[in-house]
């Protein structure tokens, strides 16, 4: 038997479960992007309606552009229900090795993570409605009519809302690193000026980028990581380390 014969027979059983998390992993991405793509349309129809600005016409560019927004929401839709079947499955794989406080904190930062999300890509979606109303009333005090592409329009506000969603998920990445013992709550003050700075770096890389969205997106994120450095206060490093 050779090298590639006795690895197969020695982590065969390893490499079927990863198959079929695979396969599962597939099959859930393309019907999830059909879904999304299927509902762009009665979504598009139901914003529309719905989310009216004083002063703005919608219009397409382009006879494919519905299709080609339609094809960008189901991949968006189907990341966001991927990605986080794809942690857990990880986390099924690694389970049997990990010590009872790594499995606990894994336990309780899934649905914790997935929560904050929602709140930064809902936080996203808000704030980002009412800077365009006040960025749509400039542009006709200024004599400029506001004819905005659809697919541009919608896709840029799905996609800032979804990395603002992102970045409110860095208390969990932060509370990793402190139960691995790489920082602690004492270095995390001491680089107060520091993250304020990073946060309002990164925030001003995503659209719009006016003073006052600027504002609205980097306050809460400063806010969320005072918070994180109060919740480590007093942590053991390493804790996850340990059994």
């Known amino acids: 038997m050779n090298s590639f014969e006795e690895t197969l027979s020695q982590y065969g059983t390893y490499f079927e479960e990863l198959r079929q998390a ?9 019907g999830v992007f059909a879904l999304g793509f299927f509902a762009t349309s009665p979504a598009v129809r139901f914003i529309l309606e719905h989310v009216r600005i004083s002063g703005v016409t919608v219009v397409t560019t382009s006879p494919f552009q519905l299709v080609e927004l339609a094809m960008s929401v189901g991949f968006f839709c189907a990341c966001v229900v991927v990605v986080p079947l794809f942690v857990f499955r990880v986390y099924s794989f690694l389970k049997p090795g990990l010590f009872p406080a ?6 309780w930062s899934a649905p914790f993570g997935l929560g904050l999300f929602i709140t930064g890509f809902t936080y996203g979606c808000v704030m980002l409605y009412y800077a ?17 592409d659809i697919s541009s329009f919608i896709s840029q506000m799905v996609l800032t809302s979804a990395l603002l969603g992102l970045l409110f998920l860095f208390p969990l990445v932060i509370t990793f690193l402190v139960r691995l013992g790489i920082v602690d709550a004492a270095f995390l003050k001491s680089k107060r000026k520091h993250a304020i700075a990073g946060i309002f770096i990164l925030v001003s890389l995503l659209p719009p980028t006016d003073g006052v969205s600027l504002i609205l997106m980097a306050v809460p994120m400063i806010i969320i990581f005072e918070l994180t450095v109060v919740f480590n206060k007093g942590k053991n490093r390493g804790r996850l380390l340990t059994v």
Not at 102 to 107: D, P
Request: proline letters at 0%; aromatic letters at 16%.
């Open 22 to 30: 695979i396969l599962t992993v597939t099959k859930v991405f393309v």
């Open 102 to 107: 790594e499995r606990t904190f894994f336990a």
């Open 132 to 148: 365009i109303k006040i960025i749509a009333q400039v542009n006709i005090g200024l004599g400029v009519s506001n004819y905005w």
